[in-house]
Structures are given as structure tokens and as C-alpha cells.
């Protein structure tokens, strides 16, 4: 017959302690995502509602050349990598040219927005000041670059290889038909710094919806 007593012994009492609070995390969470990180996270689920298709798309990574790529603009120092945003099935996707920072092999490919912005310290989207079918054609175009391989080299003269700010020049470009984007002279280098891509006045920063991030944060403390 039970006394009524507790009869929970040390190595039993730790097991008991850790089922507890594997309950107590079920029930509320323990917050170990800093503030900045829940920051990020709604700011990607404002940028998941804000762009559109043809979008130019810039960011700040944390890759081992970003710190060089960002730097090589001369306008603006403040990305490393660009994209365009292309809309399939309603969901926002990036056409972007990338390659391994060792080896320096890649592609054009298509990955989701989320995954693009998911390890970036800053990012924005541009957008040009044209009709949207022009937009549209814009991702169109990027569409069509799937698969190209990553150039290296950075060589202009070089179409059948895209780095990521020349797929964006020549998608935009094309689908404007006319030179919107410029390339510039960087040590006796001609190239497509990722500033280049959006200095012309037609391409105005699309602004987050603040308001919705308001609503969002004030639920988050109740």
C-alpha cells in the first residue's frame, strides 16, 4: 500500500526532471532564437508577399567571398549577391547564377526565395519602372538561363557563362530592349558589380510592408 510519499530515487528524480521539462518546452518553448533572428524570419515572410515576378534580388550572404563580391561595387557596398525573382505556382523562386567557393563550379539554377534569403544579413528586392509585362519578360528570360555554367573567369565576352550580376544585366536588358544596366571599369577591369545592377533611376527599392511587421511583433508579445 502506497505511503503517500515520494518514492523517487536520484537516478530516477533526473529522468523525471528531464521528462518534465521536455513537456514544459511542448507546452511553451524555450526562446533561444535571438532577436535578430525572429527579425530576419519576418522580414523573409514579408519578402515572400512583397516581390514580384521579375524582381531584382540582392543580398548579403555569409559565404567565404561575400565580404570581396560586396566590396567590388563602388556605389553601394552593402551586397554580394543578386538574383531575379521569378513566380511559379504563386511561390516566389530566385534564378541565380552561384558556384562552390572552393572550386568555383556551378550554375544558373532556381532555388526558393526562403532558402535564398535564409543566411542573409541584409537583403532587398528592386524593381523596375516599367509595365509588368516587361517585369514579367524580365523572369522569362532568367527562366531561360537554367543551367549555364557559373563563369569564373568573369568574362563579358563570354555568353555561354553567367556570374550573377551579368545573368541580371542581360535578362533585364534583353527584356527592356535597351542597356539599362552598365557594366563598369574596376582596375582596368571591365565587369557587372552588383551596384550596376541597380544604379539606373528605374530601379526603385520595393519597401517592406512595415505595418504588417508591427502586427506581427506586437502579436508576438502577447
Known amino acids: 500500500m502506497a505511503s503517500g510519499r515520494s518514492t523517487c530515487r536520484p537516478g530516477n528524480k533526473f529522468l523525471f526532471i528531464i521528462s518534465l521539462l521536455f513537456v514544459l518546452n511542448a507546452i511553451h518553448p524555450f526562446s533561444s532564437v535571438s532577436e535578430s533572428t525572429v527579425r530576419q524570419r519576418l522580414n523573409i515572410r514579408l519578402a515572400l508577399s512583397s516581390c514580384e515576378d521579375g524582381?531584382?534580388?540582392?543580398?548579403?550572404?555569409?559565404?567565404?567571398?561575400?565580404?570581396?563580391?560586396?566590396?567590388?561595387?563602388?556605389?553601394?557596398?552593402?551586397?554580394?549577391?543578386?538574383?531575379?525573382?521569378?513566380?511559379?505556382?504563386?511561390?516566389?523562386?530566385?534564378?541565380?547564377?552561384?558556384?562552390?567557393?572552393?572550386?568555383?563550379?556551378?550554375?544558373?539554377?532556381?532555388?526558393?526565395?526562403?532558402?535564398?534569403?535564409?543566411?542573409?544579413?541584409?537583403?532587398?528586392?528592386?524593381?523596375?519602372?516599367?509595365?509588368q509585362s516587361v517585369r514579367?519578360?524580365?523572369?522569362?528570360?532568367?527562366?531561360?538561363?537554367?543551367?549555364?555554367?557559373?563563369?569564373?573567369?568573369?568574362?563579358?565576352h563570354d555568353p555561354s557563362k553567367l556570374y550573377c550580376s551579368e545573368l541580371v544585366m542581360h535578362a533585364v536588358n534583353e527584356a527592356a530592349g535597351k542597356e539599362l544596366i552598365?557594366?563598369?571599369?574596376?582596375?582596368?577591369?571591365?565587369?557587372?558589380?552588383?551596384?550596376?545592377?541597380?544604379?539606373?533611376?528605374?530601379?526603385?527599392?520595393?519597401?517592406?510592408?512595415q505595418s504588417e511587421v508591427m502586427r506581427m511583433e506586437t502579436a508576438k508579445r502577447f
Open 182 to 209: 552598365k557594366p563598369s571599369v574596376i582596375n582596368g577591369e571591365t565587369v557587372v558589380a552588383i551596384d550596376d545592377c541597380y544604379r539606373n533611376s528605374r530601379m526603385r527599392e520595393v519597401p517592406l510592408l
Open 55 to 131: 524582381d531584382l534580388v540582392f543580398r548579403y550572404g555569409n559565404g567565404f567571398w561575400s565580404p570581396h563580391f560586396r566590396n567590388v561595387s563602388t556605389l553601394h557596398k552593402r551586397f554580394s549577391h543578386t538574383g531575379i525573382v521569378s513566380i511559379r505556382f504563386g511561390r516566389p523562386w530566385v534564378v541565380h547564377s552561384d558556384a562552390h567557393s572552393l572550386t568555383g563550379v556551378g550554375q544558373v539554377r532556381m532555388e526558393p526565395l526562403e532558402s535564398f534569403l535564409a543566411d542573409a544579413s541584409d537583403f532587398a528586392f528592386f524593381r523596375l519602372d516599367a509595365p
Open 136 to 156: 514579367t519578360h524580365i523572369a522569362t528570360v532568367a527562366f531561360s538561363y537554367l543551367g549555364r555554367p557559373f563563369d569564373p573567369s568573369f568574362d563579358l
